[in-house]
């Protein structure tokens, strides 16, 4: 059964610096979703992406944030400067229709 | 999007259905409702979704009143595996392509 994968599954870097979450969305899937859910938390949504372009945000996904599909598999997001606030589990999810959404396994991004 | 208003917890004994209520009173005729669930720190699982007629599929049934105002997911026959918080969300398929998530219910199978 096809899935989303996510890398890393831990991230640990120092405040300041930029990182970006990868992940491989299900292969026929054409609209791609962060979210991340802080310890303890509801899960949050970030973005929405669909056609190559930013298709809804969330007031979390401010000018740190940013999403690219840089090849025909992968979907990344990057936290420019990260805060410490930025620690949290990131979900990458796809979807082949506004229907139901897969999500990936997580990555766990602890700031220090 | 409408609220969604869920037990904190539940629990039921392995092998037995587990019914999971939820409330959407303010739904409107164009609103989804949606299960997913989290197992432990996974990512969110799609379960079922429906918008008026009841609907079932490998993994649970979706019973939606004739009102639309609430929902009851079924588990028929809960496993060990099934322990997971369990989220009701209501969304429009039209509009908007980000899902709400509330704090869910945490539903705990007793061996």
């Known amino acids: 059964e096809p899935e989303v994968t996510q890398t890393p599954s831990h991230q640990v870097t120092q405040m300041g610096q930029e990182v970006i979450l990868r992940c491989v969305p299900i292969?026929?899937?054409?609209?791609f979703y962060w979210y991340r859910q802080i310890l303890g938390q509801k899960v949050e949504f970030l973005v929405s992406f669909y056609n190559n372009e930013i298709s809804e945000k969330s007031e979390i996904f401010d000018d740190q944030f940013s999403v690219e599909r840089p090849d025909g598999s992968n979907f990344t997001l990057k936290i420019r400067s990260t805060k410490l606030e930025d620690s949290a589990m990131y979900f990458c999810?796809?979807?082949?229709?506004?229907?139901?959404?897969?999500f990936g396994p997580g990555t766990r991004l602890t700031v220090t | 999007d409408a609220k969604t208003t869920q037990p904190t917890s539940m629990d039921c004994a392995e092998g037995r259905a587990a019914n999971l209520p939820c409330n959407h009173s303010t739904i409107s005729g164009n609103e989804y409702v949606y299960w997913y669930r989290q197992i432990h720190s996974q990512g969110p699982q799609y379960i079922i979704h429906g918008l008026k007629n009841n609907e079932t599929n490998e993994m649970a049934s979706l019973i939606i009143t004739e009102d639309r105002k609430s929902s009851t997911l079924i588990l028929p026959h809960a496993t060990l595996r099934d322990t997971a918080v369990y989220y009701c969300i209501v969304r429009r398929m039209d509009s908007s392509y980000k899902l709400i998530f509330g704090s869910g219910t945490r539903l705990l199978v007793r061996p």
């Open positions: 292969s026929n899937h054409l609209y």
């Open positions: 999810a796809s979807s082949g229709s506004l229907n139901e959404q897969y």
